[in-house]
């Protein structure tokens, strides 16, 4: 009999496929779940995977490997997706495909299932970083298979007495590891409904939070987060203990109409209090250590590999070659980062490097002024010489042609001689 490996969760989808696949395909189910901060009762999902029908049950502890490999690096790089999403549930899948593949390779399976559907980015996310690590081995995806809307797999569960705790009247799908929590499905798939407040596990109603703020010291080492408030911590330890302070300031809460690598928008609510933080320290930190076009250039880097790993290729080659760039960045990423949290806000309030590019004796304009006012006048003309021979050559001949120039400017046509919008 084939023997098959299961991303196990302990959720709905995946407790239906543990029935699915051995009823279906007459196939021995082994599950693996990989603790990355899900903050759950793992031996209890174990035993449960045991109960429903796996043969074998395992239960992986991935949390330093997570922040340290993955975490860590999309923080150096500043990766947010669209600008809002600091990508916890896309960095866990390749580790989590890594992971897979090892117990296949282990345990002799000829394939590596997962719980995606057939609409989502973890599906491409598994199988790509599958394909990418062995190649050799199949991948199969039970509920894109079955194509069932989430109140039948509810019925299927109930048939089949599979425990679980989704309800129809509260369809919420949670998927969460110590970056960050997100939370689909139900009411949330109306983009014009507020998320309701029991959507919410980490972070705290800002009618509820403390009256007073609270600062903490964030100290970095290369662009990674190594203290908080002069104690040192590792990764997971650093991260829980400012979920925990952040959430309870309300920080992190982020509402997100997003674009999914398979050509659809998707409502998403997130919960990073963390992630929230940490991207803003380290951003401010830049500002002191790298120079004004590395910052321009790095932005680049950093949306294209937002979309790189949100899209599913971490493993790929430009990933690796745009991560060696983002590491040559932080080699002076060293110093420390104050930040206020207060009724879901976090504002930078402090930042020093070692290596600081800031020179006070030049951008002060008290005593101690050391900037060469008098070179400004040659810099400017030299800076605007380009613009000025254009403008006397190409642009500003004829009468009205300022007037030109400003509707151009505006995206008119130049021929448009009422000024309307064209």
């Known amino acids: 009999m084939d023997r098959v490996i299961l991303a196990y969760s302990g959720g709905l989808d995946t407790s239906v496929a543990i029935q699915w696949l051995r009823e279906t395909l007459d196939v021995d189910v082994v599950c693996v779940t990989v603790d990355i901060g899900n903050e759950r009762d793992v031996e209890a999902i174990q035993e449960k995977a045991l109960r429903i029908g796996a043969t074998k049950a395992f239960v992986h502890d991935a949390r330093t490997d997570f922040v340290n490999y993955f975490v860590w690096p999309s ?3 500043g990766a947010i997706y669209e600008g809002q999403y600091p990508l916890a549930t896309a960095l866990a899948r390749p580790l989590i495909a890594k992971i897979m593949v090892d117990y296949a390779l282990q345990e002799g399976a000829t394939a590596i299932a997962h719980g995606c559907s057939g609409k989502g980015n973890d599906q491409i996310r598994f199988e790509v970083s599958i394909a990418a690590l062995a190649p050799q081995l199949r991948t199969l995806a039970p509920v894109r298979e079955w194509g069932w809307t989430r109140e039948d797999v509810i019925l299927y569960a109930q048939r089949h007495r599979i425990p679980v705790s989704v309800t129809i009247g509260s369809p919420y799908s949670v998927d969460q590891n110590l970056w960050g929590r997100g939370i689909e499905a139900g009411i949330l798939e109306d983009p014009w409904a507020e998320p309701p407040e ?4 980490w972070t705290m109603n800002e009618r509820h939070t403390p009256a007073e703020p609270s600062y903490v010291e964030i100290a970095f080492r290369n662009g990674i987060p190594v203290a908080l408030d002069g104690d040192e911590l590792d990764g997971p330890a650093l991260v829980e203990r400012l979920n925990d302070l952040a959430g309870s300031h309300g920080v992190g809460r982020i509402d997100h109409v997003e674009n999914r690598y398979v050509g659809i928008k998707s409502r998403e609510i997130y919960e990073c209090p963390a ?5 803003d320290a380290h951003a401010a930190l830049e500002t002191m250590t790298l120079t004004r076009d590395q910052m321009r250039f790095k932005q680049h880097v950093s949306n294209e590999l937002a979309h790189l790993i949100y899209n599913g290729f971490w493993f790929s080659a430009h990933t690796q ?3 060696s760039y983002v590491a040559s960045t932080q080699r002076f990423a060293n110093g420390a980062v104050r930040v206020k949290l207060f009724k879901g806000k976090c504002a930078v309030v402090g930042r020093k490097a070692e290596h600081s590019l800031y020179n006070e004796a030049l951008a002060t304009y008290g005593e ?3 900037f060469d006012r008098e070179a400004s006048a040659g810099f400017i003309k030299i800076a605007g010489m380009a613009v000025t021979n254009q403008a006397r050559s190409q642009l500003l001949l004829g009468a009205g042609a300022t007037d030109k120039l400003m509707r151009l400017a505006a995206g008119q046509r130049a021929d448009d001689e ?5």
Not at 198 to 201: C, E, K, N, S, W
Not at 275 to 279: E, K, N, Q, R, S
Not at 418 to 422: C, E, P, W
């Open 418 to 422: 009422g000024g309307s919008d064209a």
């Open 275 to 279: 992630a929230t933080v940490l991207h």
């Open 368 to 370: 101690g002024d050391q």
């Open 75 to 77: 923080l150096q790089a």
């Open 321 to 323: 070659d745009l991560m």
């Open 198 to 201: 029991d959507v919410y596990a």
